[in-house]
């Protein structure tokens, strides 16, 4: 005889995995649709005190009449439930049946969807603590989705990967020959799944039900497609439910994104490059023929009129040095940049250079211009056009933003032997509220055409980025009137036995 009770006329394609997971749960669960009892499993009959030929001659309104009529609140409950009366799917019932007089039982009445069918189940929560003599259990609420959802794609295997069963949707999704049945077969003979080892794995572990993401499937039609597969073992059978959930459609979304980004970035790199090329080559030519006849005239001219070509200079510089920040800057936010770090001695391999480079334009303005060396610890590993962006946009602005005064530049070991660069200056500098978004691309605390100041307000956004990305710690102060301090800690020191800080010792210019 059955331990379960299955209404024979209910389709049985559909059903199978209802019946199998059903039967194989500890607590009682009917499935029911309108007045008929589709479904009793082994735990129900028992705790009903029911057997598979009494269900045959149930309907839904004798097993509800087998409750106490001094619950005909929660009847009416049930029946308006039933009736779609409510809007909830899902109804929570306290009853008393006719073999529990003394005790109250706990029932959830749950909607259930299954092609054209709807369907009810009643799932009895606190069956365990009613059990007495039942070994200590937990009521787990069983997810129906797994087995009633027919759309989607599902199989039952064994232990040894065997098809016990599958649906319609699962023989369409992978193209399998309509009529004939494939029980018996081994699933990975029919599905060729990505990572089927591990799988494996998953079937003999302890784990009831696991997700695997995203799975790559070649199937016997050599169609391509991905799937979360979805594993779930059924209780005391040994037996599990394979759910395939299409993910083709994202995959290929996510692919054909990812093929446009590639001709993006392609492309952006040919408008920056041509526009590069365009508007520096004509620059360039500017440049060099005005430097050309201020060698041939500048003999024959006022010196007032050779001021001029330093300010043909210093215009065509400031065009050069814009446009080569807003690639760089265009570069870093698409992370289209090329990153490539190596040692360096930041003295004479940059820090020199930048340093003589801003010395005359300083000079020429009044402005005391020094900087102290302090230690002998000047290894770093950084990329090398970064950090001499790094160094170049800060003098500028401490030059730029100081009419009198000094600009002192420290290297340093701190405590931890890392190299320091501290840029002090006495500018006019910064407010403490335009601090807070000094890294913002675009802005200055003096906006407008009228500003007093040149700039693009790119200079500290994009330092910030590249201190980011070279593993530096960037530290700005500043108040107005008072100048501003800007401190880097370079975290990526190279730090050798033969070079530690041996003391001060000032090298000032």
């Known amino acids: 005889m059955e331990k379960y009770y299955c209404a024979p006329n209910i389709g049985n394609e559909d059903l199978i995995s209802i019946v199998l997971l059903f039967n194989s749960e500890d607590y009682p669960l009917i499935l029911f649709r309108e007045n008929a009892l589709l479904f009793v499993n082994e ?28 619950n005909i609140a929660e009847l009416n409950n049930l029946i308006n439930f039933l009736s779609g009366e409510s809007n909830t799917n899902e109804l929570k019932l306290h009853l008393r049946h006719q073999h529990f007089h003394n005790e109250t039982i706990d029932c959830s009445i749950k909607r259930v969807d299954l092609k054209a069918f709807k369907l009810f189940s009643i799932e009895f929560t606190n069956y365990f603590s009613l059990q007495k003599n039942h070994p200590a259990g937990e009521y787990e609420p069983l ?5 009633m959802n027919s759309t989607i794609p599902r199989c039952v295997i064994d232990g040894s990967i065997k098809l016990i069963d599958y649906n319609e949707s699962f023989a369409e999704y992978f193209q399998l020959k309509t009529g004939i049945k494939l029980r018996d077969e081994l699933l990975e003979n029919i599905l060729n799944i990505e990572g089927f080892d591990d799988i494996k ?8 039900s696991v997700v695997v993401s995203k799975s790559r499937i070649l199937t016997k039609s050599i169609q391509i497609c991905f799937a979360d597969i979805i594993i779930t073992k059924l209780k005391n059978t040994g037996w599990w439910i394979f759910e395939f959930i299409n993910r083709h459609e994202e995959i290929r979304l996510q692919n054909k994104l990812k093929d446009a980004n590639n001709r993006n970035a392609r492309l952006k790199s040919m408008f920056f490059a041509q526009m590069s090329h365009e508007i520096r080559t004509p620059i360039n030519a500017i440049l060099s023929f005005a430097n050309l006849i201020k060698e041939e005239v500048k003999d024959k001219l006022d010196p007032e009129y050779i001021t001029g070509f330093e300010v043909i200079n210093r215009g065509g510089e400031r065009i050069i040095r814009t446009i080569n920040m807003i690639l760089d800057m265009s570069e870093v936010m698409t992370d289209s940049y090329d990153f490539i770090p190596r040692e360096l001695n930041i003295f004479t391999d940059v820090f020199n250079e930048v340093f003589m480079k801003y010395r005359q334009y300083a000079l020429s303005k009044g402005i005391e211009f020094r900087y102290m060396r302090e230690t002998e610890n000047l290894l770093v590993n950084c990329d090398e056009y970064m950090l001499r962006q790094i160094l170049l946009n800060i003098l500028d602005n401490a030059v730029k933003f100081t009419t009198c005064g000094s600009i002192e530049v420290r290297l340093y070991s701190d405590i931890q032997n890392k190299l320091v660069i501290e840029f002090a200056d006495t500018g006019i500098g910064m407010s403490r509220e335009y601090i807070q978004r ?13 500003r007093k100041y040149e700039g693009n307000g790119l200079g500290l956004a ?36 033969d070079k530690r800080n041996t003391g001060n010792r000032a090298m000032n210019r």
Not at 438 to 450: H, K, M, S
Request: hydrophobic share 35%.
């Open 43 to 70: 735990a129900a009959l028992k705790f009903l005190k029911l057997s598979p030929n009494d269900c045959s001659e149930f309907n839904i309104q004798k097993l509800l009449i087998s409750f106490h009529r001094d």
């Open 143 to 147: 997810d129906l989705y797994y087995v």
């Open 201 to 208: 794995l998953i079937l003999r572990s302890e784990q009831r």
């Open 438 to 450: 000094v890294f913002i691309p675009f802005t200055q605390e003096d906006e407008g055409v009228n």
């Open 462 to 497: 994009l330092t910030k980025k590249y201190c980011d990305i070279n593993n530096i710690d960037l530290r700005i102060e500043s108040s107005k009137e008072n100048g501003t301090k800007v401190t880097l800690v370079f975290n990526e020191t190279v730090i050798s036995s």
